[in-house]
C-alpha cells in the first residue's frame, strides 16, 4: 500500500513536471515566433532607414545643386539689370540727340524758307 502510494506520487509529480514542460516549450516556442518576427521588423525599418538615408542624400545634393543654379541666376538678374540701366541711359541719349537734330532741322528748314 505503501508502495503503491509512492508511486502514484511520482506519477503525479512526473505529470505535472511533464504538463510544465509542455507549457515551457509553448511560452518558448511563443518567444522564438517573437524573436522572428521582431528581427524581421528590425531588418525592414533598417533597409527602410537606408533608403530615406539615400533619399536624404539625394534631396541635399539635389539642394546643392539649386542653391548653386540661384546664385548663377542671381548674377545673371544682375548683369541683366546694369545692361538694362546702360540701354536705358543710352535710350535717353539718343531720345536727347534725336531731339537735337529735330531741332536742328526745323532751323535749318526754317533758314531754308526764309532764304529762297
Known sequence: ???????????DKY???????????T???KI???????????????TRLQASQEL???LTTDVEGLREERSK???SEAQLQE??????????EVENDLARTQTQLQLVTK???VNI
Open 15 to 25: 505529470i505535472e513536471t511533464k504538463k510544465q514542460v509542455m507549457s515551457l516549450e
Open 32 to 46: 522564438q515566433v517573437a524573436l522572428q518576427q521582431s528581427q524581421s521588423q528590425a531588418s525592414s525599418l533598417e
Open 1 to 11: 500500500m505503501y508502495a503503491d502510494n509512492v508511486c502514484y506520487f511520482h506519477q
Open 73 to 75: 541666376l542671381e548674377g
Open 56 to 58: 536624404v542624400q539625394s
Open 27 to 29: 511560452e518558448f516556442e
Open 83 to 92: 545692361t538694362l540701366t546702360t540701354a536705358k541711359q543710352r535710350c535717353a
Open 111 to 113: 533758314v531754308s524758307t
